[in-house]
């Protein structure tokens, strides 16, 4: 069948991405680094006025009860930890990547930001789970990044996502992955890979986004840490943070077991830890006034 | 407003006129309601896991969180609210327990969810009288008050009721 959608202008859209800021640029290659420190997360936020702000505000926020207040950057990104920082630094510096509502999907404002992180929580404890040597640090940030591809395909998408559904419904097409390469002639995973190539993400992560999806596809070395995002996508679908008309209309692929150690009882535990560092993240980001 | 917003492991009730007890976006977890057609009291739970032995610990946090605890809380949440302590004449729903595509057992845990607040329900004297379980769709559960009327409701297949 012919899709519906022109590539051509989906890629189109790609080029015109702005560039990232430099900071997201020096964080994402700080963090494909096997062994950076803490120290180097702390250098690309103190030199920048308001990120600082933004750091010293969560970390006061009333989710972390904190009797004193904290005014030291240092004193706080190690109470917040890297994958706060983490975490403020992308959603500080993305524009409306993460929170513009995802019109094909369906997906409410910050749905994307909301699926992300509760995504990338749990990725970073399937990292745990791991069977063999795992460089666990890109498995956090792999699970933020995973479905940056929605933000540019959600507005093409509108008009096939009617007929994506019925479609998976009568069983004439498998998932939502498929009916989006039916339709479109290409699925959000590739278009996210476009997009990390455009804004020159480091080669993991690049990975990690196009098979998120189809892990057992991806090359060798960047295996673990699709399967690690292929997990923590689906633990944020069944926890109900999906992105809308696409949720759970997606196939597990069961080659994680590999790679991770995750059973019915392990799973369970990745759930509760994740959501709740879900629910301090939201809260504390502060992010969530906008909505409702 | 005196709508009932329930999160993940919450659970509540109401009987304020004209107020609705909602959940928003189910995945696996399970929302179980009960109704009280002659007092007009509803309530729900929000489920996201079958067993508080899972992590004994988070029980104690937020009991709604686990069946086996959730369900009974709510039940004596009901019964506080005025309703019969043999849960005489309660509406009993199931929704919610759906799963990922072709996911092996290990992800199914909103089956498992869904057969252990069964067993609960079952050894409270009580059974789902409507359910809406199961398939790969999330969904957002309202409760009303005046009618007891349960709707559901998910991105990209409009709205029905059960
Ligand atoms: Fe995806
Ligand atoms: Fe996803």
Redesign the interface.
Known sequence: MEPRICCENIREAIEKLPMLSPNVSRLLQVMSDEDYELDDIVNIVKYDAVLTAKVLKTVNSPVFGLLNPVTSLDRAISYLGKWMVVSIILSDNTGDLFSQPLEG???QQNALWRHDLFAAFSCSEVARLAKQNFETELAFTAGLLHDIGKFVFAPFWKQA??EA?KRIAEGSIA?YLAAERALAGMDHAQIGYEMAKHWEFPQPLQQAILYHHTPQNAPEEYRALAFAAHIGD?CA??????T??D??????D?GYAEYFD????S???I??EA?AQFKKAISSLSFEEEVD | MSDIILG?GDYGASKSPGSIVKT??????VAVTMYDPGLRVAGMVHI??PESK??PA?GVDCPG?FADLGVPLLFEEMVRMGCQRKGRGLVVKMLGG??????????N??K?NILAVKKILWSLGMGPTAEDVGA???RTVSLYVDTGLVTVS????GQWQI
């Open positions: 999907y369906e997906g996502a009617p559904l998932d689906m679908m069944m926890a109900g943070c999906d809308g008309n949720g759970m209309q997606y196939p597990l069961d995750v059973t019915s009882n799973l369970a535990q759930l509760i959501e | 993940i928003y976006a189910l995945g696996s977890c996201a896991l899972l992590n988070k969180y759906a799963s990922v595509m072709a996911g092996n057992d290990t992800f845990i909103g498992r790969n769709h999330s998910c991105p990209g297949r």
